[in-house]
């Protein structure tokens, strides 16, 4: 393409020259016929006619042009490999000139104990601090160098750390990330400095009612380790001590994937394989236990709204079909703000916003919501009401999830929610740093990584029976309920409990 450009534009500058001399030597009359060449190669330009120029659909002779891109360009295929000590690593190449590489660990705040409650959630703040080979100054002015981009996150079950940037620095990019993420030298001021910064967080966190509601079916919801908090207590109690056994635990090769997209497979294992294959190979520790139990969660703080979420236990991931049920019944139920922010009519197909916040504008906010966990979920509505409407708004959303059970959707319905489902799935795989986490937490999730068209299959055989008996079945599982501002009105557990059993 370059050439071809260049080769065009040589003739064309040919062709000026040419009359340009023509013009310094010759009479009057020739003067003339030269600056009419001259104009006729700018009125080519912009977009008039000119004898001197042939037409655009004549090819150059001399030019050859590039072969065409083919009609269908096929993905490249994942390649994968196991180091000696249990270690995964996981590539899928492209032809973007970027790379998002991400070491993925198979540790969450299900692994906290009382002793390191809320390890995770300082973990994920103390993500590309100083190591015990770079300063934090200097770990920072590397990744700038590089033009890249860091991020790290940390939820329930695993914990992500990423870095973007472009091809040429794939091997700078794989020595800081791993150095970050094993040699972390947790300074007791920097520690000191995040633990400042959080208790701040916390303290904010009831400003995001919805945030702090499903926090709460959590603790309310589950037994056992799924109940620990994401986010560290108020009264967190911390070090760098416990940072470093924490890691030391749950850092190990069996539990860690490092998964990257946009990188050659045999290019990133040389890189990768002398900073990894050391650690040691400790076999897997097996999953903290949990049961879901349900139960009743209000916090009282008056004001002049009233938040509540209802939900019920779903399958996680490992029962896969079900799991994408509920991913599409959350489609489905759809729902959102009062004011629609993406625009006119965004989101108002859906049934909440149809059933619940077209009809009754005391409800200023309705929502279906659901976490997916690896052998369990939580499916539910998030809603936000005037306080004297509390009561029966909470009674809307228990008829909606019943008339869901009961059939009320029609085959335009759940065409809808299945499209939506599917191209929310591709849109967010366009993205680099997002392919490269799909790879990490599936291969954590599952020991490989499933393609997008079994994902996608999986959506097409949905049909309206199937959401009929997953929704039927799934409110036969105990409640759990959960309210937050002004509570005084909302009904009791037993009586919004009793109209599902």
Not at 377 to 383: A, D, E, N, S, T
Request: proline letters at 5%.
């Amino acid at each position: 393409m370059y050439r071809t450009a260049a080769s065009r534009a040589k003739a064309l500058k040919g062709i000026l020259n040419h009359n340009l001399r023509a013009s310094r030597y010759a009479s009057s009359s020739a003067v003339a016929a030269s600056s009419s060449s001259t104009s006729g190669f700018f009125s080519w330009l912009t977009g008039g006619s000119s004898s001197s120029l042939p037409p655009m659909d004549i090819p150059l002779a001399g030019v050859s042009l590039p072969p065409p891109l083919a009609d269908h360009v096929a993905p490249e295929k994942l390649k994968t490999t196991t180091l000696s000590n249990g270690l995964k690593i996981a590539t899928e190449m492209s032809s973007n000139p970027a790379a998002s590489i991400g070491l993925y660990v198979d540790c969450g705040s299900i692994y906290e104990t009382p002793y390191s409650r809320g390890a995770t959630h300082l973990l994920e703040r103390m993500a590309f601090k100083s190591t015990l080979n770079r300063s934090h100054f200097r770990l920072v002015r590397e990744i700038e160098a590089m033009g890249g981009n860091t991020s790290a996150s940390a939820s329930r079950e695993q914990m992500g750390y990423t870095i973007d940037a472009l091809k040429t620095y794939v091997p700078e990019m794989v020595e800081v990330l791993i150095d970050s993420v094993r040699n972390p030298a947790f300074l007791d001021w920097e520690v000191n400095e995040e633990l400042r910064k959080m208790k701040v967080e916390i303290g904010e966190f009831e400003k995001n009612p919805m945030g702090f509601l499903l926090e709460a079916v959590h603790s309310a919801g589950y037994s056992g380790a799924l109940a620990n908090p994401l986010y560290a207590p108020e009264s967190i109690a911390l070090t760098g001590d416990v940072l470093e056994e924490f890691v030391s635990e749950n850092y190990t090769a069996a539990r860690m994937v490092l998964a990257a997209s946009g990188v050659d497979h045999e290019e990133l294992l040389k890189v990768v394989e002398p900073l990894l294959s050391d650690l040691p190979n400790v076999t897997r520790a097996a999953e903290p236990k949990s049961q879901y139990v349900g139960g009743d969660f209000r916090k009282h703080t008056g004001g002049e709204a009233t938040h509540f979420a209802l939900a019920f236990e779903v399958p996680g991931w490992n029962n896969e079909k079900e799991a994408i049920i509920a991913t599409v019944l959350q489609m489905l139920m759809g729902g959102g703000g009062s004011f629609s922010a993406g625009g006119p009519g965004k989101g108002m197909h859906s049934s909440l916003y149809l059933n619940i916040l077209n009809k009754y504008p005391e409800v200023q906010s309705c929502t279906a919501f659901s976490s997916v966990f690896n052998n369990t979920g939580l499916f539910g509505i998030y809603g936000c009401t005037s306080p004297g409407f509390a009561s029966e708004g909470i009674q809307l959303v228990a008829a909606e999830i019943e008339n869901v059970a009961g059939g009320y959707f029609d085959q335009k319905h759940l065409d809808r929610a299945k499209a939506a489902t599917k191209s929310a799935i591709l849109m967010n795989l366009e993205s680099r740093m997002i392919a490269a986490e799909d790879i990490g937490r599936q291969i954590l999730t599952y020991g490989e990584r499933k393609s997008v068209d079994q994902f996608l299959n999986t959506v097409d055989e949905l049909t309206l029976q199937d959401i009929a008996d997953f929704t039927s079945k799934v409110i036969t599982k105990p409640l759990t309920m959960a309210s937050f501002g002004e509570v005084l009105n909302v009904p009791s557990y037993d009586s919004v409990s009793k109209r599902f059993h």
